[in-house]
């Protein structure tokens, strides 16, 4: 994406959505994360529920801190700031800022000069979706948390882990009124990759599964499309009160018609694995395309994005690559062998 595009989808550094619901830009814009990761500050006051950190910019930090310090909202002086983080995936741009923000929390609620005896401080919850292999970098950061700038889990671990289907409290102005935020594990980006359900704002939070511009990328297609089936089937047999319209993506601008885009995302990627299963299902056009019956990705990505400048071949090769992975989880396809774009693959049906 050129800096043309990126200023495009420039948006504001903190943008109230509504009453339930603040954005913080990360001020990391690029190529892949857009205008910046997208965080937000989640309730009508304080204690705050905050979705995601950013990837820890110094620059990021005095915006978070204007947001929870808006003056038009109530603030509540015996109360932390913020009572729980929740980490949307293990991406470096959504849990690297969780060290600064910690410290950014401890440090609002020791200036305002409480007897800590009588008012002590009490850290935030982190939640996240449990990852079910390793990531180092992830690992990394959160090894690098000091004790006692987080409340532990009840075993005494950092993370509080989360499960599908799980709700959790979102503070309101009013006692009488409740509201809420529901867990629905999304893999497929990442596997540990989720969405968040507010019915309050009719809204569902959808991290980078779901953008704001463009299309997302994914670790694995089977999950993603599964995924995608699962966030159009969660509207399904309610009433307009209780289905999402709005989302709010990871990155990029806030998507009105969230259905019809999600709908979208998954066209897409059906009407790419119909036109792939087209050309495997027949022979490559001549052997310096391929061995005869033996597709690779690469003569894949040759015949179907000739059209296309030869520049953008190689992240093609990836998504086809992980359209043959599915396929072949499909029980579709057999993979010959080879790795990456010259890997060879067979039509099985």
Known sequence: MDQAALASLALPSVSRLSKNVVRILGQNPGKFTLGGTNTYLVGQCNPYTLIDTGEGLDSYIPFLEQALKDGSVPHHADKQDVSDIIITHKHHDHAGGLSTVLALLQRLWDIRGRDV???????????????????????????????????????????????????LPVTTNDASESSHLH??????????SLCLYLPADNALF???????????????????MFSLKKMIAFNEGKDEKHQYKTVYPGHGPVVDDGPKVIAMYLRHRVEREDQLIAHLKQPPASLTLGYEGVWTVWTLVGTIYKEYPKELWEPAAHNVYLHLEKLKADGRVRHLGGV???????WLE
Do not use: C, M
């Open 117 to 167: 005896a009588t008012s002590p401080y009490v850290p935030p919850r982190i939640h996240k979706f449990a990852l079910p292999s390793q990531d180092l970098r992830l690992q990394t950061i959160l090894q690098s948390l000091q004790a006692g700038t987080y409340t532990p889990n009840a075993a005494g671990g950092l993370i509080h882990e989360l499960s599908d289907g799980q709700v």
């Open 183 to 192: 867990v629905i594990h999304t893999p497929g980006h990442t596997e540990d």
């Open 206 to 224: 959808t991290a980078d599964t779901v953008l704001g511009y463009g299309t997302s990328v994914f670790e694995d297609l089977r999950e993603y």
């Open 340 to 346: 990456g774009k010259d890997s060879e693959w067979q």
